[in-house]
């Protein structure tokens, strides 16, 4: 097991990043951060682009984990590949409601709910639609009555729709005109060299590292091979000290990572 050899108390770059282990100094996270503090101050809609891997889940997953219980609660969906009416009546039952067979009442039914957690129980719910890139455009119609209240005149939910770039391109169409005219975007980017080098030092020493795993041509290769994507890279560093320990090293240099690349090579090109 190579967290022994290398003194690791977890694995470097893991899915469930929060906390500590979690990194939170890149730019894209910091505009993410800004702009999601602001839609909790005054509820509305989110959207966060971005290519698979960037991180974009596990983001905002960080920022939920963050707001004080019982005063918000969380609500995430993502199976999205679903008609409109399966989506409101997933809502119904995560806010404990019986969801009602007509979409009007059920529209109506979660409507009354947000109501009455953010007035009589000073709850604020926030939602967050992963894998949006998949919803019909009759759903992405169906947002705007859902956030109208009172006519129009508040906002009782924040709603972030979390998906892949085509997602913005879907919401500049012209019959989503009304919706996207709500929107606070935020793309997030694949990280730079820089950003990247901090992110790697990042991760290793929440993983317990006290020392430099990793040579500067390694991680050279491995920038360049993962193209800045933490998914990509999280995977080719747990291999490279796999591969490092099976060979009875305490570093991993760029040999230990293009063998790595080798053996990977042929699910890369299946892929």
């Known amino acids: 097991m190579y967290r022994q050899r290398f003194s690791l108390t977890g694995h470097p770059l893991p899915k469930n990043a929060q906390g500590k282990t979690f990194f939170d100094k890149s730019p894209g996270y910091q505009r993410l951060k800004r702009r999601f503090a602001d839609l909790i101050d005054e509820p509305g809609v989110g959207v966060l682009t971005g290519d698979a891997g960037v991180g974009k889940t596990a983001a905002m997953r960080n920022l939920c984990a963050q707001l004080p219980k019982p005063d918000y609660l969380v609500l995430y969906l993502c199976d999205t590949a679903v008609s409109s009416l399966d989506i409101y009546r997933t809502v119904a039952r995560e806010l404990g409601l019986r969801p009602a067979h007509r979409r009007a009442q059920l529209a109506a039914d979660i409507k009354q709910t947000l109501c ?13 639609i992963d894998q949006a890139q998949q919803l019909s455009e009759r759903f992405l119609l169906d947002v705007t009555s859902l956030l109208n209240v009172a006519f129009d005149s508040r906002q009782v939910l924040t709603l972030w729709l979390v ?6 391109r879907q919401l500049g169409l012209r019959p989503l005109a009304s919706l996207s005219m709500m929107i606070t975007a935020v793309h997030l980017e694949p990280f730079d060299r820089e950003s990247f080098g901090a992110l790697i030092d990042h991760a290793l020493k929440a993983a ?4 430099n795993i990793f040579s500067d041509p390694a ?9 800045g994507v ?3 890279a ?13 060979r009875d090293q305490n570093f991993v ?17 299946a892929a």
């Not at 009455?116 to 939602?127: N, Y």
């Open 230 to 232: 933490p998914r990509v």
């Open 208 to 211: 317990g590292a006290t020392n």
């Open 253 to 269: 240099d760029d040999h230990i990572l293009e063998a790595v690349l080798d053996d990977l090579a042929p699910q890369r090109g």
């Open 116 to 128: 009455h957690m953010a007035d009589e129980r000073g709850v604020h719910p926030v939602l967050v």
């Open 163 to 168: 998906g892949l770039p085509e997602l913005a």
């Open 234 to 246: 999280s995977r080719l560093v747990r291999a490279a000290l796999q591969r490092a320990h099976e």
């Open 219 to 227: 991680r050279e290769l491995l920038f360049r091979t993962s193209r």
